[in-house]
């Protein structure tokens, strides 16, 4: 079969491999219909995220058709539709059983103290190999899939393998309350669903800071209120149109890749952000394989988070749903101890969201279909990363059709 392969930092293949056979009771193979590149993904090839083991096959969003189930796995049949968890959790834990599925102690093969399991992911987090294929072995399968109902099209279902629950948790730890302020950082697809699930918990404004015009574009269509960082210093103007008090409640969907948005009025600010960031980048990425415009990493790897402190107004909540790898370790402590602010993070429990996520679509409460802006089928992938890395103009979230790979 064909699916997308890592070999290297900058180096990702579409390769054809043996096809996945079950190897555990709770086991499930599902031929996968749909499956996308994450800026998850983006973070591995750049090498933001290191460790990732040669050979194991990216990608950790996935709709498909379950092919054959182990004889631990009662709940599926053949035949039936899913929409795959990113995460990989056993359901028996006492994490899991209280909802804490991307803690769960069970499912990573490294021990309960490794970290979140995912699919496609670096050497720590299993490794269990991807989505981005033609088949997939789904471990923990009675668990980690949901059904899916006729009316949710595989387009929409995608969407909640990952970055709708995600987005909608980063939502949940926010902790919004009708009528706060909320500003999600950074308009990519996880930012676009933040932005619709505070608006599903009723703030009373939304504001969104990216420096792509046509996320921005996107975010307004959503009713956000848009700033653009290359244009003008996000924290004056989040001041400005707060009347000086900041937001009740910030939402980092950037992660460890920020950009500083050197171009335009703010280049000064932009400039001083990146010699400050200088060491933590050799930290984070210790190795790099730039290839022309591709796979370069962020340039500052901490500014969200910098921002984010200063913008949120006193005592008020960051959530933080952006990736970043164990090897980050600054964060402005000092300021946010001394605003009083909380601030709650972590991975998606995906579990727990999907199938709410699933019936809110089905009633026509979202549809997310408007984020998905390419389609490829999954010989277009390698190209489809290139394209998504370089943040060119409307790549907002690129789908993969995996059985139009013939
Ligand atoms: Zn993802
Ligand atoms: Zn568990």
């Not at 990732?52 to 969003?61: A, D, F, R, S, Y």
């Not at 000086?244 to 910030?250: E, Q």
Request: proline share 6%; with cysteine.
């Amino acid at each position: 079969m064909k699916a997308v392969v890592f070999h290297g930092v900058g180096d990702i293949r579409l390769d054809s491999v043996s096809e996945p056979k079950i190897q555990k009771p709770n086991d499930a193979i599902v031929r996968l219909t749909a499956s996308a590149i994450c800026g998850t993904d983006l973070h591995m090839v750049r090498g933001t995220m290191a460790g990732m083991k040669p050979g194991t096959i990216l990608g950790h969003e996935g709709v498909g058709v379950v092919e054959e189930v182990g004889t631990a796995v009662r709940n599926f049949k053949k035949g039936d539709r899913v929409v795959i968890g990113s995460t990989i959790a056993c359901g028996n834990c006492s994490y899991c059983r209280a909802g804490h599925y991307a803690q769960c102690d069970k499912a990573n093969p490294n021990g309960p103290e490794a970290g979140t399991a995912f699919f496609g992911g670096p050497a720590e987090t299993g490794p269990f190999d991807g989505l981005q294929a033609e088949y997939a072995r789904v471990p923990f399968a009675n668990i980690g899939m949901v059904k899916l109902p006729d009316e949710v099209t595989d387009e929409q279902a995608i969407l909640i393998s990952d970055i709708f629950p995600t987005a909608y948790f980063g939502a949940e730890l926010a902790h919004i309350e009708p009528g706060r302020t909320v500003a999600v950082f950074g308009c990519g697809p996880v930012g676009q669903f933040a932005i619709a699930s505070a608006k599903l918990k009723d703030a009373g404004r939304v504001f969104a800071i990216d420096c792509i015009p046509s996320r921005l574009e996107m975010a307004r269509d959503q009713n956000a209120e848009v700033i653009d960082f290359s244009q003008e210093d996000p924290i004056e103007a989040l001041k400005g149109l707060t009347g000086g008090i900041g937001v009740d409640r910030g939402i980092d969907c950037v992660g460890v890749d920020a950009v500083s948005g050197s171009q335009g009025p703010a280049t000064d600010v932009a400039k001083d952000i990146v010699k400050k960031a200088k060491p933590d980048l050799r930290k984070v990425a210790p190795i790099t394989n730039e290839q022309g415009d591709n796979w370069h990493p962020g340039d500052s790897p901490s500014q969200a988070l910098l921002w984010e402190v200063e913008a949120i107004a006193k005592s008020g909540t960051l959530s933080i749903i952006g990736v970043y790898p164990q090897t980050v370790n600054t964060f402005p402590i000092g300021a946010a101890m001394n605003k009083n602010l909380t601030v709650r993070m972590g991975n998606c429990n995906h579990r727990r969201y999907i199938p709410m996520l699933v019936n809110m679509v089905r009633a026509g409460v979202v549809n997310p279909t408007e984020i998905l802006t390419q389609r490829e089928p999954i010989t277009g992938a390698i190209d489809g990363y290139k394209e998504f890395d370089s943040r060119m103009p409307g790549w907002i979230k690129v789908m993969l059709e995996p059985e139009k790979a013939a």
